[in-house]
């Protein structure tokens, strides 16, 4: 697990965690500017608890990080435009108290600030943010432990199954042949069966003749019968 030194030393352990800006709230509240996106040097500096100083120095230390996780310097046309914007969101009275840089101003965003918070050394506040973060990376990592032995878990429960199904096959390749056998069995008997129908049905129609001539045959005996009568 990651140290609070190895966090203020590393900037590669900073870029892992730089994703983690809702921890800042978690701490503290951050009161942004009117776009609800920046904040200026003294907002990061109360929010730390720290003079403007020192903030400053953290910047110029680490100008390129800071300026990769969003640090912005507004001069000239952009500084009047963005101050156009605020006293637009500002609105009302409020508006008269919107201090305004006079040739340049700095403007941080969360993960800015987050970025000052794992490299400032001299703040409670920023210790607090680094403490949330290094326990939210152990959380995580104990999860990441935890799911891995459920997975082993199932991995052994799976491996299992495919000894089972391994020595299953042979049962089920001559369970399979003997269903075959029966389905050529059954084949054969209905064959059968149907030649018997065939043939019952002749039978029957030799019977209805028989019937036919039997009746002939006992017309023309009483036929005769009537005759020798007569006589």
Same mark, same amino acid.
């Not at 230390?61 to 000239?76: D, F, I, K, P, S």
């Not at 108290?97 to 006079?102: F, I, L, N, V």
């Given at each position: *697990?990651?140290?609070?030194v190895a966090?203020?030393?590393s !900037?590669a352990?900073?870029v892992?965690? *730089? ?5 800042l709230d ?5 009161? #942004?500017l009117? /776009? ?6 003294? /907002?990061v500096a109360?929010?730390f608890?720290?003079s403007t100083?020192?903030i400053?120095k953290?910047i110029q230390?680490h100008? $390129?990080? *800071?300026?990769? +996780?969003?640090?912005t ?5 952009e500084l009047?435009g963005?101050h156009? /914007? #605020?006293l ?9 108290s919107?201090p ?5 101003l700095?403007?941080y965003?969360?993960?800015t600030?987050? +970025?000052v918070?794992m490299?400032l ?8 943010? !680094? ?7 152990e959380?995580?990592r104990a999860?990441y432990?935890s799911? &891995? ?6 991995e052994?429960?799976?491996? $299992?199954v $495919?000894?089972?199904?391994q020595?299953l096959g042979p049962?089920?390749?001559r *369970?399979?042949?003997?269903? &075959?056998?029966? &389905? !050529?069995?059954l084949?054969?008997? +209905?064959q059968?069966v $149907?030649a018997?129908s065939?043939?019952?049905g002749d039978?029957?129609?030799d019977i209805v003749? #028989?019937d036919?001539? #039997?009746? &002939?045959?006992v017309l023309?005996?009483? /036929?005769l ?5 007569r006589?």
């Amino acid at each position: *697990m990651p140290t609070e030194v190895a966090l203020l030393e590393s !900037r590669a352990l900073r870029v892992e965690q *730089m994703g983690r800006v809702d921890v800042l709230d978690k701490v503290k509240s951050l009161v #942004m500017l009117p /776009d609800g996106i920046h904040v200026r040097t003294e /907002d990061v500096a109360r929010y730390f608890e720290v003079s403007t100083e020192v903030i400053k120095k953290v910047i110029q230390r680490h100008r $390129g990080e *800071m300026e990769e +996780n969003g640090l912005t310097l507004l001069r000239g046309a952009e500084l009047r435009g963005f101050h156009r /914007d #605020m006293l637009s969101l500002w609105g009302g009275e409020e508006s008269e108290s919107y201090p305004q840089a006079a040739t340049q101003l700095t403007l941080y965003t969360r993960r800015t600030v987050l +970025n000052v918070a794992m490299l400032l050394r001299d703040s409670d506040i920023a210790r607090c943010v !680094r403490t949330y973060l290094l326990d939210a990376e152990e959380d995580l990592r104990a999860g990441y432990a935890s799911l &891995d032995r459920r997975v082993t878990r199932v991995e052994s429960c799976l491996a $299992g199954v $495919g000894v089972a199904l391994q020595e299953l096959g042979p049962v089920l390749t001559r *369970m399979s042949h003997r269903l &075959d056998s029966l &389905d !050529r069995r059954l084949e054969a008997t +209905n064959q059968v069966v $149907g030649a018997m129908s065939v043939r019952l049905g002749d039978i029957s129609e030799d019977i209805v003749r #028989m019937d036919a001539r #039997m009746d &002939d045959f006992v017309l023309q005996l009483k /036929d005769l019968r009537r005759r020798r009568k007569r006589r």
